[in-house]
């Protein structure tokens, strides 16, 4: 951000180059909190990176939870805290990291809400012809991130033989108070580049937006945007669907279903639900919704994995053939 002469008036949140590549959109992420949270606190705080203790950092992380911020919020907070302290030290500006003197509290795990095989069927047919009908089905039926949903085109699609790529991602990014949106062929984890076979439902839904964009991009002549051809989630003016919209229509559309709210994310979980409860092992699950370490699969969708533990009681019950005790009066 700012260049800086003296080192001891390097205030938190003015040099935030870690030499680090990271995506354009996390970047954003960062800076922003910066800009609009650490930048102006560590200000007012009128207090240089040497002065930066542990009690005022312990402050810092009560207050932001006192009023209210996730614990995953301040978590963030102390990420880039960290990072910039550790800076710091690499510039030997200080000899000591203040915040390693403080552990958060463990965040608590979410277990994700799901839709049950019922359900989701009845969402599905639901949702036809909505303008957001091919990301809840790729989100479905394949456990596609949203960001996956609205990278998918036309070219990852082989019709002939019944297969398509998930290999490409649109994500946005808000720099200088402008919003831009972030195509990009590098995906979370390399085995996020995956390719499913096309269950038929989904190809015939998807044949049939393609083609409503060809009919509306003929119609609208000059007035349809040639910035996103070939992409198969964009409105009836060829632009790109924004990831809110899709996340806000989600919950209106499961509102006027009289489903119960889960999140766009939770199509994910819902999709793993549906394989577990049908016994799919956890290999094939981590390949099916891109997870670069089955760790991550088992840690993220374990508590779901309910026919395993039907299987484990028969056996206990099996090991264990008491009798019913007969009630008795007390």
């Known amino acids: 951000m700012g260049s800086v002469n003296r080192p001891d008036n390097i205030?938190?949140?003015?040099d935030f180059n870690f030499d680090k590549t990271i995506k354009l959109n996390t970047w954003a992420g960062y800076a922003e909190n910066i800009e609009h949270n650490l930048y102006p606190t560590f200000k007012a705080y009128g207090c240089t990176v040497k002065e930066v203790t542990p009690g005022l950092l312990k402050g810092h992380y009560a207050y932001r939870l006192k009023n209210g911020k996730k614990k995953s919020t301040v978590a963030k907070d102390y990420t880039v805290i960290n990072q910039v302290l550790n800076y710091a030290i690499s510039k030997k500006i200080i000899s000591v990291n203040p915040n390693s003197a403080i552990t958060l509290h463990k965040i608590e795990k979410?277990?994700?809400?799901?839709?049950?095989?019922?359900q989701m069927q009845y969402y599905i047919e639901f949702i036809v012809g909505d303008i957001i009908e091919i990301p809840i089905l790729l989100g479905g039926f394949y456990g596609m991130r949203r960001s996956e949903c609205l990278g998918v085109r036309e070219s990852q699609f082989d019709f002939k033989h019944k297969f398509f790529r998930a290999n490409h991602t649109v994500t946005t990014a808000v720099i200088d108070k402008e919003k831009i949106y972030i195509p990009s062929d590098k995906l979370k984890t390399d085995l996020s580049n995956r390719t499913y076979p096309l269950i038929p439902y989904v190809e015939e839904r998807i044949k049939a937006?393609?083609?409503e964009n060809k009919e509306l991009?003929?119609?609208?002549g000059n007035s349809y945007s040639n910035e996103w051809l070939g992409y198969i989630c964009v409105d009836p003016l060829g632009e790109i669907i924004d990831p809110n919209y899709i996340t806000n229509r989600h919950a209106d559309l499961l509102k006027k279903a009289g489903l119960p709210h889960v999140r766009f994310h939770d199509l994910r979980?819902?999709?793993v639900g549906l394989m577990?409860?049908?016994e799919v092992p956890m290999e094939r699950i981590r390949d099916w919704v891109g997870h670069s370490d089955i760790r991550t699969t088992v840690n993220t969708y374990g508590h779901l994995e309910y026919q395993s533990k039907k299987k484990t009681a028969k056996i206990i019950e099996k090991s264990l053939p008491l009798k019913k005790v007969e009630a008795v009066n007390l």
Do not use: F, Q
Not at 110 to 118: H, R, V
Not at 217 to 220: H, M, N, Q, S
């Open 11 to 14: 205030v938190v949140g003015e």
């Open 209 to 211: 937006k393609i083609a």
């Open 276 to 278: 577990m409860a049908n």
């Open 110 to 118: 979410y277990n994700a809400a799901t839709l049950n095989a019922e």
């Open 217 to 220: 991009r003929e119609l609208c």
């Open 269 to 271: 979980h819902s999709c």
